[in-house]
């Protein structure tokens, strides 16, 4: 087992690297905010970062230090053995008191989280809030697709066409299915949750979309059937695979009126 261990160090606000996948963004109004306090009052934090010298938690204020211009050293808290997925759980803990996040990384680092058997309390949230947050994203997801006329998607090939094993990844459903089997359970339960295993395959929607671009007519009205792709909106909701929020079905009624 690797031993994790921290270190104080100071280091050079120009040698440490941002992390560009960070969940949690701030407004350009916090930004001037953070930029001004940073001149009125230097920084007094400390910054948590890697063992390659990426940013864990205090990637903002590295960020408003860049634009004033600083070449001045920082105190750090270098984290030595923690996982990647541990890391995440850091960031998002350290992060929870201030800013925004965006929704869609945020519940993908949740994801990775729930993988390694992490507990996810340990983030700061509790699982109302971050199911919560997943409305949220799900929701400015169909606001960003439904507009007041709405158009349907148009399918392109592009490059060579995509291998099935790379449409989805099925690690998670084989292993509960592995599970399943060599459990002691009635042969109608496995049935069950071998069933319900299949909540776990992970869809590559980018991939699938080229695989349909790329596939003849059957195969493609088979992967719209199944909502692998959507073509007719009115259809996607008519078929439970989409739902509209009160606003969003006002304006579809504005628009058929």
């Not at 261990?5 to 905010?33: C, Y």
């Not at 350290?94 to 507990?119: T, V």
């Not at 929607?205 to 992967?223: F, K, N």
């Not at 909701?237 to 579809?252: A, F």
Request: hydrophobic residues 40%; charged residues 35%; aromatic residues 8%.
């Amino acid at each position: 087992m690797v031993k994790r261990e921290i270190k104080i160090e100071r280091m050079h606000v120009e040698d440490l690297r941002l992390d560009f996948g960070n969940p949690r963004t701030i407004a350009p109004a916090e930004m001037d905010e953070l930029k001004a306090s940073l001149k009125k009052f230097d920084d007094f934090g400390v910054i948590v970062i890697n063992e390659k010298d990426q940013v864990i938690a205090g990637n903002q204020r590295i960020a408003a230090m860049r634009e004033l211009g600083w070449k001045k050293t920082v105190l750090c808290k270098r984290l030595v053995g923690f996982s990647k997925t541990e890391q995440k759980v850091i960031n998002i803990r350290a992060n929870r008191s201030s800013g925004e996040f965006d929704g869609e990384i945020l519940m993908q680092w949740i994801d990775d989280i729930k993988k390694a058997d992490l507990d996810v309390n340990l983030t700061g949230f509790t699982e109302v809030q971050l199911e919560q947050f997943q409305d949220v994203a799900l929701q400015e997801e169909i606001e960003a697709v439904y507009t007041r006329k709405i158009i349907s998607p148009q399918y392109l090939p592009r490059g060579e066409k995509p291998k099935l094993s790379e449409l989805r990844d099925l690690e998670k459903r084989d292993d509960l299915i592995k599970k399943i089997d060599a459990s002691g359970l009635p042969e109608d339960e496995k049935l069950f949750l071998r069933d319900a295993a299949a909540r776990h395959v992970r869809f590559d929607y980018e991939t699938i979309a080229d695989y349909y671009a790329h596939s003849g007519p059957e195969v493609q009205r088979l992967m719209e059937a199944s909502a692998l792709v959507i073509i007719d909106f009115k259809n996607a909701i008519e078929d439970g695979y989409v739902q509209l929020s009160e606003e969003l079905k006002r304006i579809q009624a504005d628009d058929e009126a």
